[in-house]
Nanobody, 115 residues
């Protein structure tokens, strides 16, 4: 059974940093993109950053220059380095993995940024 295991969320002050990681537990054949989404209360889930299997990344405009997504294909892990955090970054962050056949979601990890 495939599970996406997220870690690294928490409470941080504005301008602080957090590092999220997501481990793919189990076997997924043909992983393509890996991504992070977030959802704040009362808002729709939005894409934060995505990275292809070739390492190309794209970001939401709101996080460009502050967040960095990376992946380790050998470890089936995707990371999100978040710097200069703002209160508006507070949300539940979800790991997302796309394979040839399926889309997988993690359970989410809470990130709270205090002003």
């Amino acid at each position: 059974q495939v599970r996406l295991v997220e870690s690294g969320g928490g409470l941080v002050q504005a301008e602080g940093s957090l590092w999220l990681s997501c481990l793919v537990s189990g076997t997924i054949i043909g992983i393509n993109d890996m991504a992070w989404y977030r959802q704040a209360p009362g808002k729709q889930r939005e894409l934060v950053a995505r990275i292809t299997d070739g390492g190309s990344a794209n970001y939401a405009d709101s996080v460009k220059g502050r967040f960095t997504i990376s992946r380790n294909n050998a470890k089936n892990t995707v990371y999100l380095q978040m710097n200069s955090l703002k209160p508006d970054d507070s949300a539940v962050y979800y790991c997302n993995v796309r394979s040839i056949w399926n889309i997988y979601w993690g359970q989410g990890t809470q990130v709270t940024v205090s002003s």
